[in-house]
Nanobody, 123 residues
Framework: QVQLVESGGGLVQPGGALRLSCVAS????????MSWYRQAPGKERELVAA????????KYADSVKGRFTISRDNAKNTVYLQMNSLKPEDTAVYYC????????????????WGQGTQVTVSS
């Protein structure tokens, strides 16, 4: 069964850092674009960061640019989110997402989600 398993969340003080990991199984990992989303209580889910299947292209939400870094290790079927200079507003459940896109139609043909990992930034 396809699984995306996130880890690395926790409680940190403002200005601290966390590194989230998402390990994928039962998918051809290198074929998938990967991303991190987050959802805070009472707020809509938002895209935090995304990385292309090869790792050659990344994008970030404006709110995290310069602080967060997404990376992937295709040999380990893992995508990471390094979060530095954390702020209370970064508090949310962070979800790992995998997307398979058709190179011929430019349409999404597969998508998987992890269960999420809680990140709490508080003093």
């Amino acid at each position: 069964q396809v699984q995306l398993v996130e880890s690395g969340g926790g409680l940190v003080q403002p200005g601290g850092a966390l590194r989230l990991s998402c390990v994928a199984s039962e998918i051809t990992f290198r074929s998938y674009a990967m991303s991190w989303y987050r959802q805070a209580p009472g707020k809509e889910r938002e895209l935090v960061a995304a990385i292309s299947s090869t790792g050659g292209s990344t994008k970030y939400a404006d709110s995290v640019k310069g602080r967060f870094t997404i990376s992937r290790d295709n040999a380990k079927n893992t995508v990471y989110l390094q979060m530095n200079s954390l702020k209370p507003e970064d508090t949310a459940v962070y979800y790992c997402n995998a997307e398979l896109w058709s190179a011929f139609t430019a349409k999404k043909v597969g998508e998987y989600w992890g269960q999420g990992t809680q990140v709490t930034v508080s003093s």
